[in-house]
T-cell receptor, first 113, second 114 residues
Framework: NAGVTQTPKFQVLKTGQSMTLQCAQD?????MYWYRQDPGMGLRLIYY???????DKGEVPNGYNVSRLNKREFSLRLESAAPSQTSVYFC????????????FGQGTRLTVV | AQSVTQLGSHVSVSEGALVLLRCNYS??????LFWYVQYPNQGLQLLLK??????LVKGINGFEAEFKKSETSFHLTKPSAHMSDAAEYFC????????????FGRGTQLTVWP
């Protein structure tokens, strides 16, 4: 059982480049989340999708866009990468936004130079 | 508004000693509280959670935590540390209409000495 799968695991971008981080879950969960982790900052919510067809901003949405492609997939897009977006990105999913048990992917380590 | 404060960014204990990781929260709604563990280069794994009911909750790997509303605390304990417990631990609070929208503390790195 794969759980939550993120691709790629590592990425280096130049300032101004764009890219999409992919996330897929095979647990039939309704809710999905994107967090970023920075040293000494814990995890901060970027965007979330409480259910298929809906997305909402979290704490730090600036510079990002998301797409809930279907129930399984939730992608995060950086349109014009900046060095401040260097971080580790985690995708998570949950049975529903009313059931408090998030499952996390392994993370994508992104460096913007 | 919801927030979490973890006291101590680094905690060191000897193997076999008590582990105590501190977490205080603020929440404008009845809180749901969580402890997650992160091993190097891995994602987060849920250790335990408090939603409703019994205030002492037991989790995996011998960890437990007690919800104390009067102290707005949710400290994590383990009676006897093991080398394999060395990791980073995150406390998180959720609640309200979107429970999965978690607010995390800054994390506590636990080192276990032989």
């Amino acid at each position: 059982n794969a759980g939550v799968t993120q691709t790629p695991k590592f990425q280096v971008l130049k300032t101004g480049q764009s890219m999409t981080l992919q996330c897929a879950q095979d647990m039939n969960h309704n809710s999905m989340y994107w967090y970023r982790q920075d040293p000494g900052m814990g995890l901060r919510l970027i965007y979330y999708s409480a259910s298929e067809g809906t997305t909402d901003k979290g704490e730090v949405p600036n510079g990002y866009n998301v797409s809930r492609l279907n129930k399984r997939e939730f992608s995060l897009r950086l349109e014009s990468a900046a060095p401040s977006q260097t971080s580790v990105y985690f995708c998570a999913s949950e049975p529903s936004h009313l059931i408090a048990e998030a499952f996390f992917g392994q993370g994508t380590r992104l460096t913007v130079v | 508004a919801q927030s979490v404060t973890q006291l101590g960014s680094h905690v060191s204990v000897s193997e076999g000693a008590l582990v105590l990781l501190r977490c205080n929260y603020s929440s404008s709604v009845p809180p749901y509280l969580f402890w997650y563990v992160q091993y190097p280069n891995q994602g987060l794994q849920l250790l335990l959670k408090y939603t409703t009911g019994a205030t002492l909750v037991k989790g995996i790997n011998g960890f437990e935590a007690e919800f104390k509303k009067s102290e707005t605390s949710f400290h994590l304990t383990k009676p006897s540390a093991h080398m394999s417990d060395a990791a980073e631990y995150f406390c998180a609070v959720g609640g309200g209409s979107t429970l999965g929208r978690l607010y995390f503390g800054r994390g506590t790195q636990l080192t276990v000495w032989p």
